[in-house]
């Protein structure tokens, strides 16, 4: 099976900074798209950021300019850097892959466990 295990989460000023990190591993043949998304209190999960093969890359408007996704793809992790945090910005950080196992045309998703990100002062 593949697993997304995340890391970097923690506690922040406004205004900080945080890097998260999530790395596959498994048996699988390849990994189409690997991402960001956030769930905070109340709301439903949102696409923070998400990178597939070619290497664009796609935004939420609230996180453009401040977030930059990057990939390994030899590695197959994936990282986020997170720059002028805001309290908004306060959720839990699920990793999020579309990996294609072995033997099957089509992708599946996989999600992380998550890591809290907290924004205050």
């Known amino acids: 099976q593949v697993q997304l295990v995340e890391s970097g989460g923690g506690l922040v000023q406004p205004g900080g900074s945080l890097r998260l990190s999530c790395a596959a591993s498994?048996?699988?043949?390849?990994?189409?798209?690997m991402g960001w998304y956030r769930q905070a209190p109340g709301k439903q999960r949102e696409l923070v950021a998400k990178?597939?093969?070619?290497?664009?890359?796609t935004y939420a408007g609230s996180v453009k300019g401040r977030f930059t996704i990057s990939r390994d793809n030899a590695k197959n992790t994936v990282q986020l850097q997170m720059n002028s945090l805001k309290p908004e910005d306060t959720a839990i950080y699920y990793c999020?892959?579309?990996?294609?196992?072995?033997?099957?045309?089509?992708?599946?998703?996989?999600w992380g466990k998550g890591t809290l990100v907290t924004v205050s002062s």
């Open positions: 990178i597939i093969n070619d290497g664009s890359t």
């Open positions: 999020h892959s579309v990996v294609v196992l072995w033997g099957q045309r089509d992708g599946q998703d996989y």
């Open positions: 498994g048996i699988f043949f390849s990994i189409n798209a």
